[in-house]
Every structure is written in C-alpha cells, then in structure tokens.
C-alpha cells in the first residue's frame, strides 16, 4: 500500500493485483449492479464486441424479473439479492468484478465497500460516490490490491478523467472549467435558439434528459460534484462538493440572451475551478461566455472541459457526455484496461479550502421601475467598493414600470461586488433581485 502526502492511494495494476490476468485460464468476470440505461449499454457492449478477457456473469437489479431481456444468454445469472454476488466467491463462479450503476450514496456505498472487503475490484460511473467518498474508497481497494476506477463518473463518454491521470500527468493543471451537466446545457442551448425555460425543461424531461425534481441539475449539485473530482485530478486538490459555491440557472432569462449577444457572448452553466494567489477558487453557475470560446460551441446534452497547463496550456476535451450507449463506453474502458493489466498513475493530493474570491468582470442584470438617479445610485454602491463599471445596456420596447437593464463591471473581487450589491438590493425601484453572471475571460 503506498502513501502519499497523507492519502492512499491505489498502485498501478501490476502482478501482485488479485484480479486474473488475460493470459490465464479464464477471462475477468463481470457482474452488473443496475440494469438501466447504461447498464443495459455496458452488457449489449460485452456480449456484441467481446473485449478480450471479459465475460458478463452477474446482472443485479431490484424486481430484477421486469428487466430480463432474452438478448442476454442463459449462462448469466440473474439475481434480485445483492449479497449473493458481493459475496459469492471468484475462486467458485463468483464475480472478479463489480460494475456499479445505480448511482447515489446509499446502497451504493455499501455495495462497493462490501465488494472491495470481500476481494473485488469495483468500477463505477457513481460521481457522487466519488466526489464524497472516493479517497476513502480508494484507499480501501488500495490496501487490498485491488482497483476503483471511475472514468465514466465525470463527462460521461468523454475520456476526461482516463486524460488527466496519464496524458496530463506530467503537466502542472493551474486551471479547470467546462460544461458538466447535460440536462443544463439543453436547456441554455435551447434558450439560445429562443426557447422558453419552463418549455424547455418539460421538453428535456420528456427526452429523458432531466428528472422530474431537475433540482440537483439545475442548480449546479450534479456539476459540483464533478467539479470536485477533477480539481482532485487536474489540481491536485481535495475539496469536499458542498464547499463549492452554485447558482441556479433557474434565473436566467429570453432577455439575458438578448444582452449577451450584444457582448457577443451566450450563456452556459459554467463549472471552474483554478488557483489565484496560492488560494483555491471554485464556483459552478450561469454564466457569459464569448463566442469565440470552445465552451460556446457545445449544444444540447454535450459535456465539454478545458484545462489550462502550466506548461502545455489549454486541452479541451468535448463530445457526448450523457446517455447509455456513451458512458457505457467509458465504463467497458475501465474494464479492458482492468483485463490488459494496464496502469493507473496514481496523483498526489492535499486537502485544500475553497475561496470564492475569483477576481472576473461581471454581468448584472437589474429589473426596475424607472425614475431618476437609478444608475447614478448603482454607480455610487459599485464606486464606493473601487468597482469600476464597463458598460450599461438598455435594450428599448420594454414598459418602463419594469425595465430590464444590464450594467458590466471590469475584474473586481466576489466579496467586493457582493457588499455592493447588497447596498443596491435596498433602492427602492428594485423590482427584484439583481441577476449577477461571471464573464468568462477570453
């Protein structure tokens, strides 16, 4: 078991792993917990493109009598009781490993730590098993010889995590942002092209794309969660997902459309994370991002994530983050490279605390019922904390007794703007809450 700066972490796949290797007698057998969209994916990938050293033996789901599908041979056992395959024995038919979809903390949880205790490597695409238990699950399979891998947890079939640990390996990641949730950016690309968010959110949830309760997507937990494994990953930094900041794109309306193509931006939930001044900031949210930017370009379900390197600067990794047949891809990886005996470097970390204190130019929208000296007493809140303003926007046709404006403010500190507006949310023709947006910088 090998230690560093504090954290267990697993040693690369070698010859003291208990998993069989591919040359022996007989191939890794493979047992799915969950048989929903991906896991359906994963075992149609197993049985139609035969990955060498692979065989599906196990398929576990609840009232596991409606999942059956006559596509899957009679030598898989089907079973409904979860511990007759976390504890079956490999060395009797039991499963060398254990591919867990059904997402969440619990049973999860216990599934795989049942697993790893009782000798089998784990794959997963759980992120917020990862995001919230993931050192301690590692360092668990660690000290048994064996492996969690997750490369399906972040961006779905986009090999984010698979290129952090071994093609970014030897660069030193300053900073990390991309588009991390599906369901939000169908429904920001959708508003793009005119749509309405109510609309749009019935739409992607007939689709499939968001939940009846969208709560965890729109506004921003899925994509903390992610976020908090890659800055692990790309930062080499530990932060626990309920420490970073998020904001709802639930405010986010036709009008701020309408202003960002005025700045020849468009809007996009943003999960960013990067290193200022030796403190660690990380924040998810709406956000202006310029259309020259990669991260203007993703529509619909596509997930896209740029990191910026010391030395190698920006990668952007981009494509189909969502949906069975995609992270069922990224999966079957994990359990190929587990079959080949292929390596995973293992990336240092260290705790680290979240700062909110990004220093970026905004955009705040304001809803007003007009009179006089309205600007000038925005001006003054944002003056008196050395804010200085960039531009002010007033778009006509909109009834004066509710007047939607937008002012832009050069860099200045979130606590800074926060005090300001906060004096601001006082005047009286405030009609509700100022709308406050990151500008990515170009």
């Not at 995590?161 to 959708?190: M, Q, W, Y």
């Not at 943003?270 to 203007?296: K, N, Q, T």
Request: proline fraction near 6%; aromatic fraction near 4%; glycine fraction near 10%.
């Amino acid at each position: 078991m090998k230690q560093i700066k504090g954290n267990f972490v697993p040693q690369a796949l070698n010859n003291t792993s208990s998993l069989p290797a591919v040359s022996a007698s007989r191939p890794l057998r493979v047992a799915l917990f969950g048989f929903g969209t991906v896991g359906s994916s994963v075992a149609r990938i197993l049985l139609e493109s035969h990955p060498a050293g692979l065989e599906l033996s196990h398929i576990f789901n609840r009232n596991v009598a409606r999942k059956r599908v006559d596509w899957v041979p009679d030598s898989v056992v089907w079973t409904e009781n979860a511990e007759d395959v976390l504890q079956a024995s490999s060395s009797n038919g039991g499963p060398d490993v254990i591919v867990e979809l059904a997402g969440g903390l619990d049973p999860a949880g216990n599934w795989v730590r049942t697993a790893l205790a009782n000798g089998k490597s784990v794959v997963t695409a759980n992120k917020k098993l990862i995001a919230y238990h993931g050192l301690e699950l590692e360092a668990q399979a660690a000290a048994q010889g064996l492996h969690l891998l997750y490369g399906a947890a972040v961006a779905g079939g986009i090999p984010v995590i698979p290129g952090l640990e071994h093609g970014l390996a030897g660069d030193r990641v300053d900073r990390v942002e991309g588009i991390l949730n599906g369901t939000c950016n169908f429904i920001l690309s959708k508003m793009q092209e005119g749509g309405d968010y109510a609309e749009t959110l019935a739409e992607a949830q007939q689709l499939g794309y968001a939940e009846a309760d969208p709560t965890e997507d729109v506004a921003g937990y899925d994509a903390r969660a992610k976020l908090s494994i890659l800055t692990r990953l790309a930062l080499r930094a530990q932060i626990h997902p309920e420490e970073i900041p998020t904001r709802s794109i639930t405010d986010v309306s036709a009008i701020d459309f309408s202003y960002a193509r005025d700045l020849n931006c468009t809007v996009r939930q943003i999960a960013r994370a990067g290193r200022i001044d030796g403190e660690l900031a990380a924040v998810v949210g709406p956000m202006l991002v310029p259309l020259s930017s990669p991260l203007a370009w993703s529509r619909g379900t596509e997930n896209m994530v740029v990191t910026t390197g010391h030395y190698g600067g920006d990668v952007v990794f981009s494509g189909h983050g969502a949906g069975g047949h995609p992270t069922a891809v990224a999966v079957v990886s994990d359990l190929v490279g587990l079959a080949q005996g292929s390596c995973r470097i293992a990336l240092p970390s260290t705790p680290a605390k979240v700062s909110t204190e990004l220093e970026v130019p905004h955009y705040i929208r304001f809803t007003v019922s007009d009179r006089p000296g309205i600007v000038a007493a925005i001006a003054g809140a944002l003056a008196r904390e050395n804010i200085n303003l960039n531009a002010i926007l007033q778009r006509p046709g909109f009834p004066l007794d509710r007047l939607p404006f937008v002012i832009t403010v050069e860099p200045c500190r979130t606590s800074a703007l926060q005090r300001a507006l906060k004096e601001i949310a006082r005047l009286p023709a405030l009609l509700e809450p100022p709308l406050d947006m990151q500008i990515l910088e170009k």
